[in-house]
């Protein structure tokens, strides 16, 4: 995704501001018995902006090879300041709470760190604990709804959080999906927070107008959350049945739930969707076979890091970002590839001539001039966005 930060910028405050994987080399990570060892600063950076700022990511749930939230933020995290001769590392949680993650914030701003950057909603909590007592930290935060923060808490001038419109490219892939000839779709959510909601409406929306547009009324999607952000053998086995009922992909979304969806698909010689990134050589490499992936939502974690970063450590445009949620979502009508929520448009789609890039473009197209809307109402059934197609609502598995 290209990073052209005065078309984002442009954008992104043209929206309303609302109140919603394995590296080449792996590094050690900060915990609380572990010390963090600082990055060495690219030699071409100035000795005043390295002295001015030091970047820390602190992960949630897993680690920086899940190919999935915390490697993107990583690697964006990474990359800006080798670019840019700032220190940084990463500081990894002991378990999944709120203690453990400000533990970890903590042990960062206690090295120096001031820029903490944090990816996803579970970092609320530690948020709202941290974010206050320490003013002379810049907190930057992936995913963190004012949902999630809570209608009682009022974002501190040192808090930015980027939220997306996931529903956006729940649609696309939906939509895509069904031009590309497949009409038994499942949607395998995680847990059911709104990221994870939105994902799976949009995806049924996109299914239903795709369905409509080709008069057909065989379209048929299942529809269950795990409960949980992981695979293991009883999600599995609700995937065995649907792949041996008839299911033709299904669109995975929510951490690593993805690997019962594969697990299964790959018995069945069957297909997924991805999601968050381009999931077709995480699928690949995890099940040991290609071309199992149709396509994946993606939302612009990456460039949401980077561009964040750029403009407020190099250009010095925090006042533009504190005590804000911004929505991100389609900046371009024209290049879909600038847009936070897309999907792949090379190798990690499943072209075909009954749907090429082109026909994926003019969707693009009609979504950012209008004539296509996508609801995000999560107080919403999945069967409420069915027109012409079923919708089996199976609840949850676990939860």
């Not at 964006?76 to 453990?100: I, M, R, T, V, W």
């Not at 090429?356 to 003019?362: E, H, I, L, N, V």
């Amino acid at each position: 995704m290209k990073k052209f930060i005065a078309i984002v910028m442009v954008a992104m405050f043209a929206l309303s501001m609302v109140a919603c994987s394995q590296p080449a080399a792996e590094e050690t990570p900060a915990t609380e018995e572990t010390p963090a060892t600082e990055e060495t600063a690219a030699p071409e950076a100035s000795a005043e902006a390295a002295s001015e700022y030091k970047v820390a990511m602190i992960t949630d749930y897993g680690d920086i090879t899940d190919q999935s939230f915390n490697q993107t933020t990583y690697e964006a995290c990474k990359e800006f300041c080798e670019a840019n001769g700032l220190q940084f590392n990463y500081f990894k949680p002991a378990g999944d709470s709120d203690a453990e993650r400000v533990a970890m914030i903590e042990s960062a701003i206690d090295e120096g760190y001031n820029v903490v950057v944090m990816p996803g909603y579970a970092f609320a909590g530690a948020i709202k604990e941290t974010a206050d007592i320490y003013p002379e930290v810049t907190f930057i935060a992936l995913d963190v709804s004012a949902g999630d923060l809570g209608d009682d808490y009022t974002l501190p001038s040192n808090l930015y959080c980027a939220v997306y419109q996931e529903e956006l490219c729940g649609y696309m892939a939906g939509y895509a999906a069904v031009k590309l000839g497949y009409t038994k779709l499942g949607f395998l959510g995680g847990m059911a927070v709104p990221a994870v909601q939105r994902y799976g409406l949009g995806f049924v929306q996109g299914v239903d107008a795709a369905a409509a547009e080709l008069k057909l009324t065989d379209v048929k999607v299942n529809y269950v959350y795990g409960g949980q952000f992981f695979g293991d053998a009883d999600i599995t086995a609700v995937m065995d049945t649907w792949y041996a009922g008839g299911t033709e992909v299904v669109f995975a979304c929510g951490g690593g739930i993805y690997t019962s969806a594969v697990d299964a698909a790959k018995k069945a010689n069957a297909k997924v969707i991805g999601v968050d990134v381009d999931q077709a050589g995480v699928i690949a490499g995890y099940a040991g076979v290609e071309g199992m992936t149709v396509t994946s939502a993606m939302k612009g974690l990456y460039p949401t890091t980077y561009d964040t970063l750029t403009d407020v450590i190099v250009n010095g445009n925090w006042d533009a970002y504190k005590g804000k949620i911004a929505t991100l979502g389609l900046v371009s009508g024209d290049d879909p590839e600038l847009n936070y929520v897309q999907i792949p448009m090379g190798e990690g789609t499943q072209w075909s001539d009954s749907f090429t890039q082109d026909d994926y473009k003019a969707m693009v197209k009609d979504m950012f001039d209008g004539k296509i809307t996508v609801s995000n109402d999560v107080s919403k059934a999945p069967s409420d966005f069915a027109t012409v197609i079923a919708v089996e609502d199976q609840g949850a598995i676990k939860g």
